[in-house]
C-alpha cells in the first residue's frame, strides 16, 4: 500500500476534501492511503509529524493555488523537502493544480501537472472530471512504484517499518473519515449565484472581443442591459448570425441564471438555466437538461456554465464554417 501525502494550504481544504473523496475506491482497494495535517492528534508536535510523514510517504500531491504559493511553510518546508525526494527518486511528485496562479515558475513547474495541461481544477466546466484525472494519475504513480521496487528493498522496507517504534499516545490509530457534512444558508447559495452570473458576463465580453481579433470578418458586440441581463451579438460581415440573451432571476421555473436564443426583455422564457445546487461539500450550478435533452447531470462550476452557454452560442458559426 502507498502512502499518499497532501501538501495544500488551509485556504483549500474543501477542495482538498473533494480531492479525497475521489480517491476513495483507491482506499477501499487498499491501493492506498492518504494523510494530511489534519490528521495530527493532540498533543503531536506539528512540525515533526509532517516532517516523518512527508519522509516516509511514496506519492506527494502538491496542490497548487495561490495560497499554496504564498505559504511560506508549503513552498519552502514541505514543496522543498519533496522536490528532494523527488529527485532522489524516493518519491513520485504530483502537482494538482487547483486554482489559476503563476506555478510554471516553480521548482515542480518542469513536472507533468494535472489534470490535463494543468488547466486549474476550478475552471472545468465538470469538477468531478478534474478531480478523477488527478485519481487516475496517482493511480498510475502507484502502478509505476510497483514496477520499480525489487523484492529485496520491499523486504528492506518492511523491515524498517517492522522496527519503527509502537506510536506514542498522540498517536494512536484513529479513522481517516472525520469528514462532517457542510451546510449552506440560501445566502450562500445567492451570493454564489450573483458572482457565477456576474463570471458568465464577462466571460462573454471577453470571448467576444477575442472572437473578433481573431477571425477577420467577424465582429462582437456585448451590451448590459442591466444588472441581471446582457445580450451577446457575433456578426459576420456585417449580419448578425447569433444572438443570446443572458439573465438572472426573471419569473420562469427555478429563477436560475437562463439563456434565451435572440434577444428579449422578458423574464418568462428561456431556452436553458443554470440553477444553484449544494450537496455536502461545496455549491455548484446544474443545468435543467433543456440543451441536452435532459442527459447533463454535471456539477457545474461558474466557467462550466459559461462554457456551455458560450458554446450553444457559437455553434452555428462553426456548423456554417
Request: with cysteine; charged share 25%.
Amino acid at each position: 500500500m502507498a502512502g499518499v501525502f497532501f501538501s495544500y494550504s488551509h485556504a483549500d481544504e474543501a477542495l482538498r476534501d473533494q480531492l479525497e473523496k475521489q480517491l476513495s475506491m483507491l482506499k477501499r482497494q487498499g491501493v492506498i492511503e492518504t494523510w494530511h495535517d489534519r490528521r495530527i492528534g493532540a498533543g503531536q508536535e506539528i512540525a515533526l509529524a509532517i516532517d516523518e510523514q512527508i519522509n516516509r510517504d511514496e506519492i506527494i500531491l502538491l496542490l497548487v493555488s495561490p495560497d499554496f504559493l504564498a505559504s511560506d511553510y508549503c513552498y519552502d518546508i514541505e514543496m522543498k523537502r519533496a522536490m528532494e525526494r523527488h529527485e532522489a527518486g524516493e518519491a513520485i511528485v504530483i502537482p494538482v493544480i487547483l486554482r489559476a496562479c503563476d506555478w510554471h515558475h516553480a521548482p515542480f513547474g518542469k513536472l507533468n501537472a494535472v489534470p490535463r495541461d494543468g488547466k486549474p481544477i476550478t475552471q472545468w466546466a465538470d469538477i468531478d472530471e478534474a478531480f478523477l484525472q488527478v485519481a487516475k494519475a496517482v493511480r498510475d504513480a502507484v502502478s509505476r512504484l510497483a514496477k520499480t521496487t525489487s523484492p529485496a528493498s520491499a523486504a528492506a522496507k518492511a523491515k524498517v517499518v517492522l522496527s519503527e517504534p509502537v506510536p506514542r499516545t498522540g498517536q494512536a490509530p484513529r479513522s481517516s473519515n472525520l469528514r462532517l457534512a457542510k451546510s449552506f444558508t440560501q445566502r450562500d447559495k445567492d451570493r454564489f449565484q450573483t458572482e457565477a452570473f456576474e463570471f458568465i458576463a464577462r466571460f462573454f465580453e471577453n470571448s467576444l472581443a477575442e472572437l473578433a481579433e481573431r477571425n477577420p470578418g467577424i465582429e462582437g458586440d456585448f451590451r448590459r442591459v442591466d444588472a441581471n441581463r446582457f445580450f451577446a451579438t457575433i456578426y459576420r460581415d456585417g449580419k448578425d448570425v447569433a444572438k443570446a440573451t443572458i439573465y438572472m432571476g426573471g419569473d420562469s421555473f427555478g429563477r436560475g441564471i437562463n439563456y434565451v436564443q435572440g434577444h428579449t426583455t422578458a423574464g418568462n422564457t428561456m431556452n436553458e438555466s443554470l440553477t444553484v445546487y449544494a450537496d455536502d461539500q461545496t455549491i455548484y450550478l446544474k443545468t435543467m437538461g433543456m440543451m441536452s435533452y435532459g442527459q447533463d447531470d454535471r456539477k457545474l462550476s461558474p466557467e462550466g456554465g459559461a462554457e456551455l452557454y458560450w458554446e450553444n452560442l457559437i455553434r452555428p458559426l462553426q456548423e456554417r464554417w
